[in-house]
T-cell receptor
Framework: DSGVTQTPKHLITATGQRVTLRCSPR?????VYWYQQSLDQGLQFLIQ???????AKGNILERFSAQQFPDLHSELNLSSLELGDSALYFC?????????????FGPGTRLTVT | AQKVTQAQTEISVVEKEDVTLDCVYE???????LFWYKQPPSGELVFLIR??????QNEISGRYSWNFQKSTSSFNFTITASQVVDSAVYFC????????????????FGAGTQVVVTP
């Protein structure tokens, strides 16, 4: 158990809909990262937050957005969903102030868009 | 730009055989970190090791060992005396360490190598 929690574990929704994925980092970790894992793209970095502020952005679509709240949990919002958004979405957290420290991953949310 | 290449898509071995996973990386940074993660069939990503670019000392942890060679930009991983529980996808990843970098902390993953260990 990494200490990172993600809800829900599975999500099935239809095209055009909007969903919210939730992540709670390990106790004490200020950085939260979101990754998408799909068969065709592999594991791709989406976005990083550090203590409530956006720190780095990767290949995140404009239809996707994220935020980190004062209690450090994070949410990833996916809107106008398309079939291609079906993937496993991981959240990870890492310790504060340590360059490129190891990231501990949650169990993931499997999103299926039908 | 960062790039991580894991040329081996799948490796199949019989239990107790050794298996070596190759990882080649590209980066223009002089300071960076390399990682290995394991993804068993249950799907979670498990952290295995983190090495920085200034520490080329090889490391052994139980049945796992890592060979970091900066001259060839490789960070290979060996499982000795493999077991069925080692069956998983193994990912090599690279991260910049420059605090001012726009992608500080981002993990650039390779495509992964599926290891299948049969009894």
């Amino acid at each position: 158990d990494s200490g990172v929690t993600q809800t829900p574990k599975h999500l099935i929704t239809a095209t055009g809909q909007r969903v919210t994925l939730r992540c709670s980092p390990r106790s004490g970790d200020l950085s939260v990262y979101w990754y998408q894992q799909s068969l065709d793209q592999g594991l791709q970095f989406l976005i990083q937050y550090y203590n409530g502020e956006e720190r780095a952005k990767g290949n995140i679509l404009e239809r996707f957005s994220a935020q980190q709240f004062p209690d450090l949990h994070s949410e990833l919002n996916l809107s106008s969903l398309e079939l291609g958004d079906s993937a496993l979405y991981f959240c990870a957290s890492s310790a504060q102030g340590i360059p490129a420290s190891e990231q501990y991953f949650g169990p993931g949310t499997r999103l299926t868009v039908t | 730009a960062q790039k991580v290449t894991q040329a081996q898509t799948e490796i199949s071995v019989v239990e107790k055989e050794d298996v070596t996973l190759d990882c080649v990386y590209e980066t223009r940074d002089t300071t960076y970190y390399l990682f290995w993660y394991k993804q068993p069939p249950s799907g979670e990503l498990v952290f295995l090791i983190r090495r920085n670019s200034f520490d080329e000392q090889n490391e052994i942890s139980g049945r796992y060992s890592w060979n970091f060679q900066k001259s060839t930009s490789s960070f290979n991983f060996t499982i000795t005396a493999s077991q069925v529980v080692d069956s998983a996808v193994y990912f090599c990843a690279l991260s910049e360490a420059l605090l001012a970098s726009d992608s500080w902390g981002k993990l650039q993953f390779g495509a992964g190598t599926q290891v299948v260990v049969t009894p």
